[in-house]
């Protein structure tokens, strides 16, 4: 039992650092800096443990807890995703007075909670897992409390957020019911389509899933979220906890349900076309950036739902690719609203930009190259993520999904196109202060390189990916 | 030849315009012309070396180079045969062009601007040598981003509205051809070109894929009914953005049909051979119609394009070996007329900074030498004999007299109504009453002017004098192209 422990050893160093620093807050004075510079340090610690652990497939707990590369994979893009959120946001984080001490210690208990979410291999652990994510991330959104938008940010996302997971425990406590067991491996062994109990079960639990990674018709609460709190947390929303739903999601298809596959793929192809469809149309209408990337979003969450919606390795492959492709793609969009600031205030609408490329050229460019990304136009590294999951769309000959999601991309393109428009040919009407973030603008630097470069070597990323599936 | 001759044309503009965008220049942008004329000049002899070295008696493909770029999955494949050397020629010596009259008609912003039409150039050229279906995807469309720049930032006062027609028009139609590329890749398992040349896709497939192609390749030629977004485009580019447009951009859907639709589905483009048919004397007649009554002088052009763009489909699908010569032949000499028209309707909007025809009249009593360069240019577009004009249209009617009596009249009617607005607009702009006054006062056309104006003049009347090096270039591939499409059609 103890020879095993170094399976757990990420989260074990993760919970019990983390704690330490909590100790740290608590008799320490002013230590939101020191506090901040630990948990980078926690968290290159945790990439480095994790790279050093071993890849192949293990199971302890009573086969609870599984580590193998697609949990490995998944727990360093969380990592880096969150290393790179937190460190660009702040000066954000310092100059709203969102400064406290416990900011950076939630969020690694968030990236615990999501560990444990993607290393599940059990219903109990894997709820346990998402309530923790969940609730750390309840306090999150409503961090700045005196401000009336994040309180009640934080509220509608704590009372919606609660009663998707009364769902999903419902959803498990049937299934625990129909299958007599919370084990995964044992779960799928017992499916099977004549089990309609099961079904229902399932049903429950992908909506409880869905709410969690904001995909239609359960995105209602993302964009108010997203708008009322503050950037540097909605930077956050947008990026790591998506990781880890798909993560989930992926799983969920790859072993509990995997016999009936055909009633789940349903409901994700629904789901994926509408999540397509809202992200590309509602985001139209929007004229505040943050409330734009939350529809934008919602879009690409349908995208990579598309890709799981294949049902085959070759789509989830698709959706691991196309996911880590979204995420460097948002922590570039978020790192130039670092950037934007006037009068000591963060400028949030999209008609504030208006002209910054003659004054701030090269964040112009850069938010260029990410905003085409995002439409994916070719070569940018967006392309290439929508072009993954639509192969395997058309692999498995699911015409109507690939065209429909394809002329999605078309109506998408237009609201970024009217950002850049407002970028490059609109007059300018306010000038920012050049702002030193030396941080974000390093992250938006990477952000836009990996991007335009992505077409160099495209395979890098596709023979990670598929390394996780081949064992 | 282990020399990567294609990727370093290709790479060359990026490169240097990696160069410029690192270069500091503040006070004038001198440096960044001359970098950017300097490298556009060396694409430009580097590609006419590659004419001169390739092989034109065989079809092959030449300089192939292929690298392994996605695993399992996609190559990295180059190579140019008699069909695209010319557009890659082509492609290198209007950029030059189009840097050269930067000069004058650019004046904010110099520096952005060059750097985008370098990009373009990159993609452009790309787009001519690739030989694999994803590649080429990633060109056509990669081409979109830097157009769109330069018709929203440097453009007319409805730059936006025309930028986003454009942009979205061209995306639409090729998310199709996407679909269909990965659809091919799944049927034949290859999305190298010269492989699915030879695997035959099945017959109940090509009608659908073909149209995929169709709605890629019309929006970009554009053809009638999705023309609109051209003269839109036209109008409110800036002069370098609307000759590249004309020159370049619209010959890529008339290389896609020959170097995808006709041979990968040579069933389906007999099968759609009388829709085309329809849609070219469509664009021929009404579009010259439409030209006869626009009173702003870029749109008239414009107008003009879609015409001409209309003879190049009816030339290609005729598959006839008259009529596809003569289309490639159209599709150069449109690239060298339409390109000098745009240049000449800049050289006065860079004076006056109008386009309307009734605003000038009587240029040639002040602007002798410029009246002479457009009237050369004028009587190209319509296709005197002497000038690269006439013998594409020839061609082309003869390849059409060949498969189709009443289509071949039509198109001949074509003829006359072009005549018809090109003489007009002569007779209107050079000729005539001096009504402005302004127009006394006008400068004639500068060295730099010269220089592009004569030069394109030369070539429109040398190979329409003496056409052999360019026919004798695509020959032999036209005739192998033709010699396919029989074969499979025997065979099916």
């Known amino acids: 039992m103890i020879n095993n422990l170094n399976i757990l050893l990420p989260e074990i160093f993760l ?8 100790m740290l807050g608590v008799f320490i004075k002013k230590s939101f800096n020191i506090i901040f510079n630990l948990t980078s340090l926690i968290l290159i610690l945790t990439i480095a443990i994790i790279l050093n652990n071993p890849n192949h497939e293990e199971k302890i707990f009573l086969d ?51 560990f444990f979410m993607v290393s599940a291999n059990d219903l109990i652990l894997f709820y346990l897992g998402l ?11 409503s961090i700045d409390r005196d401000n009336l938008r994040s309180s009640e940010a934080g509220i509608k996302y704590f009372v919606l957020s609660a009663l998707s997971s009364g769902l999903l425990l419902y959803g498990c406590s049937l299934l625990y019911g129909f299958t007599g067991s919370t084990n995964f491996d044992l779960i799928a062994n017992q499916l099977n389509k004549e089990n309609v109990g099961a079904v229902f079960a399932m049903v429950f639990i992908l909506v409880g899933l869905a709410f969690k990674i904001s995909a239609v018709p359960f995105h209602m609460w993302t964009p108010d979220v997203y708008e009322g709190a503050p950037t540097s947390i909605t930077n956050y929303f947008a990026v790591v906890p998506k990781v880890a739903g798909l993560a989930l999601l992926i799983k969920f298809m790859l072993i509990p349900f995997s016999n009936i596959l055909l009633e789940w793929q349903t409901i994700i192809i629904f789901i994926s076309i509408a999540s397509m469809i809202l992200g590309a149309v509602a985001a139209i209408v929007q004229k505040n950036i943050k409330r734009l990337l939350a529809y934008s979003s919602i879009g690409h969450i349908g995208y990579a739902l598309a890709g799981v919606a294949t049902g085959a390795i070759s789509g989830y492959e698709s959706a691991i690719i196309y ?57 940018l590294g967006g392309f290439f993520a929508k072009f993954y999951v639509f192969t395997s769309v058309l692999e498995q000959k699911m015409y109507a999904l690939a065209i429909i999601g394809l002329l999605t991309t078309v109506i998408s393109a237009f609201y970024y196109l009217k950002i850049i428009k407002t970028i490059y040919f609109d007059d300018s009407v306010i000038t920012f ?36 599936f081949v064992s | ?121 990159t993609f452009m050229i790309g787009v001519f040598c690739s030989l694999d279906l994803v590649i080429f995807y990633l060109f056509f469309e990669g081409g979109l981003i830097p157009m769109f720049l330069i018709i929203g930032v440097w453009g007319g006062s409805r730059r936006v509205y025309s930028a986003f027609k454009f942009f979205l028009f061209t995306l639409l139609g090729s998310v199709l051809m996407l679909v269909a590329i990965i659809v091919i890749y799944w049927l034949t398992g290859t999305t190298d070109i010269i492989q699915i040349y030879e695997i035959k896709i099945p017959k109940e497939y090509q009608n659908l894929l073909w149209l995929a192609f169709l709605s890629s390749f019309a929006v970009k030629m554009p053809m009638w009914p999705v023309h609109t977004w051209l003269p839109d485009a036209h109008v409110e580019a800036p002069t370098a953005g609307s000759v590249i447009l004309a020159a370049i951009l619209l010959k890529m859907a008339g290389y896609g049909f020959l170097r995808f639709s006709i041979p990968m589905f040579p069933l389906a483009s007999e099968f759609f051979t009388p829709l085309i048919y329809s849609l070219s004397i469509i664009a021929i007649i009404y579009t010259s119609l439409v030209a006869l009554m626009q009173d702003d002088m870029k749109k008239l052009i414009a107008y003009s394009s879609v015409a001409h763009m209309g003879y190049v489909t009816l030339g290609i699908f005729t598959l006839t070996k008259q009529g596809i010569e003569g289309s490639i032949f159209q599709m150069i000499s449109h690239g060298l007329i339409s390109a000098a028209l745009f240049l000449c309707v800049g050289v006065v909007y ?57 289509v071949a009249m039509l198109a001949t009617l074509g003829v006359v109504l072009g005549a018809t607005y090109m003489l007009w607009l002569t007779k209107r702009v050079i000729f005539g009453v001096t009504k402005n006054s302004e127009i006394e006062t006008l400068s004639d056309v500068n060295k730099s002017e010269i220089i592009m104006l004569a030069t394109l003049a030369f070539f429109v009347i040398f190979f329409g ?19 396919n499409y029989q074969l499979a059609l025997n065979t099916r």
Not at chain 2, 71 to 78: D, H
Not at chain 2, 373 to 399: K, N, R, S, Y
Not at chain 2, 465 to 483: C, G, K, Q, R, W
């Open chain 1, 15 to 22: 919970s019990l650092s983390t704690f330490a620093i909590l």
């Open chain 1, 64 to 114: 609870s807890f599984i580590r193998d590369a697609f949990s490995n994979y998944f727990k360093i893009l969380i990592l880096i995703s969150s290393l790179f959120v937190l460190n660009s946001s702040k000066n954000f984080i310092i100059e709203n007075t969102l400064d406290k001490f416990e900011y950076p210690i939630i969020i690694l208990l968030s990236i615990l909670g999501m």
């Open chain 1, 131 to 141: 309530e923790l994510q969940s609730l750390s991330l309840y306090i999150l959104a």
């Open chain 1, 323 to 379: 996911i880590s492709i979204y995420v460097i793609m948002n922590i570039g969009a978020f790192s130039c609203l670092y950037l934007l600031k006037k009068d000591g205030q963060y400028k949030e609408d999209i008609s504030d930009l208006s002209g910054i490329s003659k004054k701030h050229p090269l964040l112009a460019i850069s938010f260029l190259i990410i905003l085409f990304s995002l439409a994916g136009v070719p070569p």
């Open chain 1, 433 to 468: 202060e050049s702002v030193k973030n030396k941080t974000a603008q390093v992250s938006i630097f990477l952000s836009c390189s990996i991007l335009l470069t992505f077409f160099l070597y495209p395979s890098i990323l596709n023979n990670l990916v598929n390394s996780l």
């Open chain 2, 1 to 121: 030849m282990n020399f990567p001759i294609l990727s370093t044309l290709i790479f060359l503009p990026l490169l240097s315009s990696l160069f410029i965008f690192l270069s500091k220049d503040k006070k004038n942008n001198f440096s960044s012309i001359y970098i950017s004329l300097f490298s556009s000049i060396a694409t430009f002899l580097l590609s006419l070396f590659l004419w001169y070295s390739l092989d034109v008696n065989t079809a092959d493909f030449q300089f192939v180079e292929e690298k392994s770029w996605i695993n399992n999955f996609i190559k990295f494949k180059l190579g140019v045969d008699g069909i695209s050397i010319l557009f890659i020629v082509l492609t290198t010596f209007i950029t030059p062009i189009c840097i050269i009259s930067c000069i004058n008609s650019v004046k904010e912003r110099v520096k952005e601007f060059l750097i985008a039409i370098l990009v373009l150039e």
């Open chain 2, 350 to 406: 860079d004076r006056l900074h109008s386009r309307l025809i009734s605003t000038y009249g009587g240029l040639v009593n002040y602007l002798p030498k410029y009246s002479f360069l457009f009237l050369v240019f004028a009587l190209a577009a319509l296709g005197l004999p002497g000038t690269t004009g006439f013998l594409g249209e020839f061609l082309i009617l003869t390849g059409t007299f060949q498969k189709s009596y009443l």
């Open chain 2, 465 to 483: 004098f003496y056409p052999a090096p360019l026919m004798e270039t695509f020959s032999v591939s036209v005739n192998s192209l033709i010699d």
